[in-house]
């Protein structure tokens, strides 16, 4: 009878601790620091990467800042869509953050890219940082960083 008195005890409590944890089950928001693009022809707008059309070879661009006298490199992933065929893009992701980064492409052309990115504190969630705004060489502006961004070429 102790012994079964025990385990009782043992899974009451045991209960009651785990009901404490006001974060249980809770979806904590994560930081965002990514964004997925593709380049488009100014005339056709045709994709110039992935497309039928095609002049550029995904392998050959690159994504950096520059630092004090270094650069940090920024890997560009290719991203291709189970839903929609040819529906690819290129995805990158700014960590450590950078208010600028450069796109080169492979004839030599950099895009200048400025990141706005908030920060706030959650409840339970800890610090969260999110980029909010990208301009594309001032002359092209998103803030819809969840959808596929279009860079005119």
Known sequence: MRKILKVHFTMIFMLVLSSCNPCRDLDCLVSQYDFEFRI????????????????FDPREFSMFSISGTGQQEY??????SSFFTGDTTFYAEVFPSASQVFLRYPNGKID????LFRQFDSEYCGRITEITKLNRNKTQSFTQLREVLEFIY
């Open 112 to 115: 200048t890219l400025e990141l």
């Open 40 to 55: 488009l022809d100014s005339n056709t707008g045709s994709d110039l990467v992935f497309g039928s059309k095609r002049i």
């Open 75 to 80: 890997p560009l992933q290719i991203r291709s």
